[in-house]
């Protein structure tokens, strides 16, 4: 594992370290892990390339199936890391949490969106680690139909 992270650019390595900490803060905190980088394929673009969506992590917290987003830097001097977690980051784990709802049959499972911020001061200090959950509600990026649209219901 360490000589993988030696050959990642330091962002990707400072990232991954990241997802390794928030798993295990979340499994102290009493979720199940069932999912690491689940990668799904979400669309095309306007050129016809592949638009993939990944969820750093998938838990189950109680019946509750959480889709974390985790946000690693190395100070929030400049700005806190769930800031991050903008509406394009928010819709992009949306549309990869229906396709995985989708693909391993779990409609009607109740589910939410959170975010685990960590921050890897400088060595010597002990990382932070902070969890939000339900971060965001599916609702607001629910595919509507034409007729709800049009006021049509």
């Known amino acids: 594992m360490i000589d993988e992270l030696n ?17 295990a803060y979340l499994e102290a905190q009493g979720y199940r892990l069932a999912a690491a980088n689940f990668t799904v394929p ?10 993939r969506a990944e969820i750093d ?6 019946a509750t199936l959480c889709f974390v987003e985790v946000k690693t830097r190395a100070s929030d001097w400049f700005a806190a890391p769930e800031a991050n977690v903008d509406l394009r980051k928010q ?11 989708r693909l391993f049959g779990l409609p009607g ?13 400088p060595e010597g ?29």
Do not use: C, M
């Open 109 to 121: 499972v109740p589910h939410r969106f959170d975010v685990v911020t960590v921050i890897l001061p």
């Open 42 to 51: 979400v669309g095309r673009n306007l050129r016809g390339a592949l638009i």
């Open 57 to 62: 992590l998938v838990a189950y917290e109680g």
């Open 91 to 101: 819709r992009q784990v949306s549309r990869a949490a229906r396709a995985y709802l």
């Open 125 to 153: 200090e002990p990382p932070r680690l902070e969890l939000f959950r339900n971060f965001w509600t599916a609702e607001k990026f629910r595919k509507r139909r034409w007729t709800e649209s049009a006021g049509h219901t």
């Open 7 to 23: 050959e990642l650019a330091p962002h990707l390595a400072l990232g991954r370290r990241g997802e390794e900490l928030a798993a």
